[in-house]
Structure formats: structure tokens, C-alpha cells
């Protein structure tokens, strides 16, 4: 049992890295989430990006295009760009003729403008704006480092100056990084107060309408956070220069997969905007939960009991236990073509369920049950309820093996209900996700019922063992031997 428990997270991880292959093969491949935004490495790859995006890159390849002086969309993006591209073009302006160095310094005017050091008549023609930017790079080529940032944004964080707000406009995009992170989490109402502050800088650099409205409550900042949250997640990589083992880092994290872990710890109250992801994400998981548990526990348990007594006692009785074990097997095939839904759907679901789950037991335990007929402790007299009780704990080891390993089927049995029934359970919300190719959303039930299954595999075998049974050598793993 230990090992097994040892070896639960090395297999979700490897559950993990087959699942998100599938899906990449079987879904289409998702498009940049945020349109209008800089340009990306479109499509990202599944695993590995031995070419991540980064500011330095970007910044420079928009300056070659800028300085031809044919693309006005690349200045566009360049003023876009903002402060993360000034410590790697600024510093390049002497190796740039007059001509291209005045067209990369007009493109730069919007930036200017936005940071609130020149309007636009100061950088009025190409001469004027290249002696500006050249300046400015001599006065303020040391507050572009992450140490200044972080002090300056931390100073915003515990109180809100003026001085100390125009400092952060200042440095633009370049201060992006900081600003995020520096969101935080949100408890109490002076974390909203950090959050209306910061968001309304973020809103300003980004040229968003992103920003808490008067009087917030703290699910207004969560739900603020997590929207900035999940935009740095897709476009951050942007606004950030690779050094050493950061670009090393990013071959992984800037990768479909790498981004869905990223993006785990934010969940989905982001991306509320699919059927898939629901707000009602815990109702859903309860809903779920009660149905596999109908099928598991209460299903199996009356299957089991059923088949003893099915054993026990041959002729019409075991006879009509068995079709109706059959049936049960079939409610996944016979609901659909029922016109179910209304009231009571939950319930009806239920009973269902528990009609699947005595089917499945029913089978296995009547087979184990047959195969242990004429034991010396099978009771020679009229069955009771005491000698039932005793064959089926010495009988019982094929249904509890079996339970973990039906688990799927039983999600299955329970996804059809719930859509069925138009239940709003986990089960219907894949249905969405399927149809909508939301990989997140796959991902998550494809860990979750592989944790489940192997949690409830170790639960089994535990009970298994205190019952007292264990696997026969070179048989059947299904058939269990009495170890007394």
C-alpha cells in the first residue's frame, strides 16, 4: 500500500504528459487567447520551445522593421511594447543611421505620451525625437532595473503617493512584471485597496479597461485579479527579457502544457466564460460525487448481496436476479432514448445508478460466489441470513477488486445521467469541454479521476486484505484465495 502511495504523483505526472499529447493530437490547435496583443510564438509547441518569446528579441526584430521604414504596423507594436523594449533599443541608437534612428524615435512618440514625459509637439519631427530619447536614456538609464522596480512598487503597495505613482508610469511595461506579481491575493479590504491601486496603473500601461468600479467588494478584486492574472499568463512572456537559465526555464513553461500548469494554481475564475467551466464548479463536483457513490457503494453492495443470494438459491429467483442485473447494465444504452429531465431528475439519476452498480457486482460476485461452492465452510443447511453473511465474506474479494477498477465506467454511466436528466454535474460540463476543444477543463478530469481511481484501487486492496483475502498465484487476479 505504501508503494503504491509513493507512486501516485510520479504517475498523474506521466497520466498528465499522455493525456495533454492526446488531446493535442485530437483537439484543434487553440489561437492566441487575447487578440490585438503583440505577437506570439502561434502555435506554441506541446512540450518543448527551443525559440521562446521574449522582450530583447522582440523589441529588436520591431526596430529592424521599424528602421526600414515599410511596416507601420511593427510601430505600432514597438509603442505597444513600451518600457520592456527601451533597455534594448535605447542603448542601439548609435548604430542606427539618422534616418532609422528618427523613424524607431517617432514610433516611440505614443509611448512618450503614454509615460507622461513629452507630449506630442515636443516630438514633433524625426530630429527632435531622437535627441529626446537619447536623453532620456542618459537620465534614466538606471531606474530600468528589476531591483528599482520592485523597491518603487512595493512603496506603491503600502500607501498611494502621487510621486511615487508617476515614478511606476514612468518605466511602463518594464514595471509589468512587479505590478502582477505585486497583485497578490486577496482577504480583506485593504488587500481590494492594493488591488483598485495597482489595477488602475495596470489599466493606464496596458491601455485596458480592466479596473475595479466604486465600492468593490473582495470577489470584485478576486475576480479583478484573476483576469490580470490570466492575461500576464498568456501574454507576459512578451514584456520579460531571457538571461542564462530564465531562457532555459522558459523552453518548458512557455509551451501549451507548461502553460496549463502555470495556470492550475489560478483556476478558472478567469475563463468563466465556457459552459465547461462553470462558477458552480463545487456544486458540480458534489453532484458527480453522488452519483459515482450511488453506483459504487450502494450499487455494489446490493449486486454482492444479491448474487449470494442468487447462489444460494437456484431456480426462478436466481433466475429473475440475473435479468435484472442484465438491465441494469443497460441503463447507460436505455436512458438516452428516454425523454428524461423535469423534477426528481437527481433522484431518478440515483436509482439509476445504484441499477448499473448492482448490475456490474452482481456478475463478478456470482461468479466468485460459484467458483467457492462446496467449500467445507459453505453451510450445508437451509440458507440464512447469518450463512449468507458468511459466504459473502468469503466471496466478497471479486467485487471490492472490482470496485476501483470500474470507476470509469461508472463516470461514464453518471455522464450520461446527468446529461440525461440535464444535470449540471462534472459529467456534463465534459460533454461542453469536449465539444468545445477546452483541453484545461479535459486535463483536470483526466488527474482528478486517475487520482481517484488509484486512491480508491489502494482502498480496495486494503479492505481486501482485512477481509482476508489475497491474489492466488498464476490465477485470475479477479479470483482471490481465502487465506486461512
Not at 548604430?95 to 517617432?106: C, I, K, M, N
Not at 507630449?119 to 536623453?135: I, M, N, Q, V
Not at 458540480?284 to 457513490?293: G, M, S
Request: charged share 20%.
Amino acid at each position: 500500500m505504501l508503494r503504491r502511495v509513493l507512486w501516485l504523483l510520479p504517475t498523474l505526472f506521466l497520466v498528465s504528459l499522455a493525456a495533454f499529447q492526446f488531446l493535442a493530437w485530437t483537439l484543434p490547435t487553440p489561437v492566441q487567447r487575447y487578440r490585438g496583443e503583440l505577437p506570439r510564438s502561434a502555435p506554441l509547441p506541446v512540450f518543448v520551445n527551443l525559440h521562446p518569446d521574449n522582450a530583447r528579441e522582440l523589441a529588436l526584430r520591431l526596430m529592424r522593421r521599424v528602421s526600414e521604414g515599410s511596416d507601420q504596423r511593427a510601430a505600432e507594436q514597438l509603442a505597444k511594447l513600451g518600457g520592456a523594449a527601451l533597455p534594448h533599443i535605447l542603448p542601439r541608437f548609435d548604430q542606427l543611421s539618422p534616418t532609422e534612428r528618427g523613424r524607431v524615435a517617432l514610433a516611440l512618440k505614443p509611448l512618450a505620451v503614454r509615460m507622461g514625459v513629452a507630449t506630442h509637439l515636443e516630438l514633433g519631427d524625426p530630429d527632435a525625437a531622437s535627441l529626446f530619447w537619447t536623453r532620456f536614456w542618459q537620465d534614466r538609464e538606471l531606474d530600468f532595473r528589476p531591483i528599482v522596480v520592485r523597491r518603487l512598487v512595493k512603496r506603491l503597495t503600502e500607501r498611494s503617493l502621487t510621486l511615487r505613482r508617476d515614478d511606476v508610469i514612468q518605466l511602463d511595461t518594464y514595471a509589468l512584471p512587479e505590478l502582477v506579481q505585486a497583485l497578490g491575493r486577496v482577504r480583506d479590504r485593504a488587500d481590494v485597496e492594493r488591488v483598485r491601486r495597482l489595477g488602475l496603473l495596470l489599466a493606464h500601461i496596458t491601455q485596458k479597461d480592466w479596473h475595479l468600479g466604486a465600492d468593490p467588494s473582495v470577489s470584485d478584486a478576486r475576480r479583478l485579479v484573476a483576469i490580470w492574472q490570466d492575461w500576464w499568463l498568456s501574454e507576459g512572456p512578451n514584456y520579460v527579457a531571457l538571461d542564462g537559465i530564465s531562457k532555459a526555464i522558459a523552453t518548458v513553461t512557455q509551451t501549451r502544457y507548461g502553460a496549463w500548469l502555470r495556470g492550475l494554481p489560478s483556476g478558472f475564475a478567469a475563463r468563466g466564460g465556457t459552459p465547461a467551466l462553470a462558477r458552480s464548479l463545487p456544486h458540480a463536483t458534489l453532484l458527480t460525487l453522488l452519483l459515482v457513490a450511488s453506483g459504487a457503494f450502494g450499487g455494489y453492495l446490493l449486486g454482492a448481496a444479491a448474487a449470494v443470494v442468487g447462489v444460494a438459491r437456484q431456480g426462478r429467483t436466481s433466475r429473475l436476479l440475473g435479468v435484472t442485473a442484465f438491465l441494469g447494465l443497460l441503463v447507460p444504452c436505455l436512458v438516452p432514448t428516454l425523454k428524461a429531465g423535469g423534477k426528481g431528475g437527481l433522484f431518478a439519476a440515483a436509482l439509476l445508478m445504484i441499477a448499473f452498480g448492482y448490475g456490474a457486482a452482481y456478475l463478478y460476485q456470482r461468479a466468485a460466489t460459484l467458483s467457492r461452492r462446496g467449500a467445507p465452510w459453505w453451510p450445508q443447511r437451509t440458507a440464512t441470513a447469518a450463512s449468507m453473511l458468511a459466504v459473502l465474506r468469503e466471496s466478497a474479494g471479486a467485487a471490492v477488486g472490482l470496485l476501483a477498477g470500474s470507476l470509469p465506467a461508472l463516470f461514464v454511466a453518471a455522464t450520461v445521467l446527468e446529461t440525461a436528466f440535464d444535470l449540471p454535474g462534472l459529467g456534463q460540463s465534459t460533454v461542453h469541454a469536449v465539444r468545445l476543444g477546452d483541453a484545461e477543463w479535459l486535463m483536470v478530469c483526466a488527474l482528478v479521476s486517475a487520482a481517484i481511481t488509484a486512491l480508491l484501487q489502494t482502498l480496495s486492496d486494503s479492505l481486501a486484505a482485512a477481509l482476508g483475502y489475497r491474489p492466488s498465484v498464476g490465477a485470475n487476479p479477479l479470483a482471490l484465495e481465502n487465506m486461512r
